[in-house]
C-alpha cells in the first residue's frame, strides 16, 4: 500500500498494482540518465509536460526502483500498462506531482 506522505504512488504495471516513489536515489539516478544536472533542473524539464517515451521509462523505472521493485528500464519498456502510452504519462505526473507538489 502506498503512503502519500512519503511521496508513493500506486500504479498498474504489467498486470500488477505496485508501488513507485522517487526516493533520493531515484532522483539521483534519474538525474543522471536525463542528464539533468540537478533537482530544479529536473522539476523544470517536466513542468511544461513534454516528455518523450524515453522519459516516461526512465522516471517510471527510477521510481519503480524506488519503490522496492528491482527492474530494468528495459525490463519495463515491455511491460503492459493499464491505458497505454497516455496511461504511463498520467502514473509519471502523479509520481512527480507527489514527489515535487503542485507549481504554484
Known sequence: ????????????????????????????????????GDLVGLAERFANGRVSARDLTAILGAGLRGGGNGISDDDLARLSIEGGVKGAAEIAARLLKATFGEAE
Open 1 to 36: 500500500m502506498a503512503i502519500a506522505q512519503r511521496g508513493e504512488i500506486e500504479a498498474l504495471i504489467g498486470g500488477e498494482r505496485v508501488t513507485l516513489c522517487l526516493t533520493l536515489g531515484a532522483l539521483a539516478e534519474l538525474e543522471a540518465h536525463l542528464q539533468a
